[in-house]
Nanobody, 123 residues
């Protein structure tokens, strides 16, 4: 059974940093593109960042302006999202998902999702 478990969310002041982790179990981690998504109250879920199977390619939402970094550790079967200079508008539930084997991924490729972790940024 495939499981994705996010951790690392919490409450942080504007300008602060958080690192989210997503531990993957039940499948061959290196075969899948991975992505981080977020959903704020009343808004649609959006893709924040994605990383290719081998970690060579990454993509980010334009709105992030270089503040976030996605990475992966195959030995630990974990994907990370380093979030710096956080803003109140970054407040959302953050989800990780696996996205199939192709690059760049399509939204429909993301088939298995974690339960999400709440990130709240106070002003």
């Amino acid at each position: 059974q495939v499981q994705l478990e996010e951790s690392g969310g919490g409450l942080v002041q504007a300008g602060g940093s958080l690192r989210l982790s997503c531990a993957v179990s039940g499948r061959t981690f290196s075969m899948y593109t991975m992505g981080w998504f977020r959903q704020a109250p009343g808004k649609e879920r959006e893709c924040v960042a994605a990383i290719s199977r081998n970690g060579v390619f990454t993509s980010y939402a334009d709105s992030l302006q270089g503040r976030f970094t996605i990475s992966r550790d195959s030995a630990k079967k974990t994907v990370y999202l380093q979030m710096n200079t956080l803003k109140p508008e970054d407040t959302a539930v953050y989800y990780c998902a696996d996205g199939g084997s192709s690059w760049p991924p399509k939204w429909a490729d993301f088939g298995t999702w974690g339960q999400g972790t709440q990130v709240t940024v106070s002003s």
